[in-house]
């Protein structure tokens, strides 16, 4: 059984930068889908960006294209997401989700079996 824990969220001033990462246990990584999504309150969840397990092509919501990016470290079976030039809307708990498909990968909240639990990412001044 895939287990993801997430880490790497905070405070962060506008402009600033964080890290966040999805370590996967129980199995590897390899032929996952792995996608990170985020909820703001009173928000539904959005899909972010993903990186698909057939050609590693990787795929970004037009909110954080530019600024984030997605990898994945197979010899580490971990998912990271970086984050640079943080906005105050991109405060929100933040989730990664692994689908054990080869394929390419797409932002949709039910096409994900496997989820982290959440991290919490603030920005603010």
């Known amino acids: 059984q895939l287990q993801l824990v997430g880490s790497g969220g905070g405070l962060v001033q506008p402009a600033g930068s964080l890290r966040l990462s999805c370590a996967a246990s129980?199995?590897?990584?390899?032929?996952?889908?792995i996608g990170w999504f985020r909820q703001a309150p009173g928000k539904e969840r959005e899909g972010v960006s993903c990186?698909?397990?057939?050609?590693?092509?990787?795929y970004y919501a037009d909110s954080v294209k530019g600024r984030f990016t997605i990898s994945r470290d197979n010899a580490k079976n971990t998912v990271y997401l970086q984050m640079n030039s943080l906005k105050p809307e991109d405060t929100a708990v933040y989730y990664c989700?692994?689908?054990?498909?080869?394929?390419?990968?797409?932002?949709?909240?039910?096409?994900?079996?496997?989820w982290g639990q959440g991290i919490q990412v603030t920005v603010s001044s």
């Open positions: 129980g199995s590897t990584l390899d032929y996952y889908v």
């Open positions: 989700a692994a689908e054990p498909k080869f394929r390419l990968c797409v932002l949709s909240v039910r096409e994900y079996d496997y």
């Open positions: 990186i698909s397990s057939s050609d590693g092509s990787t």
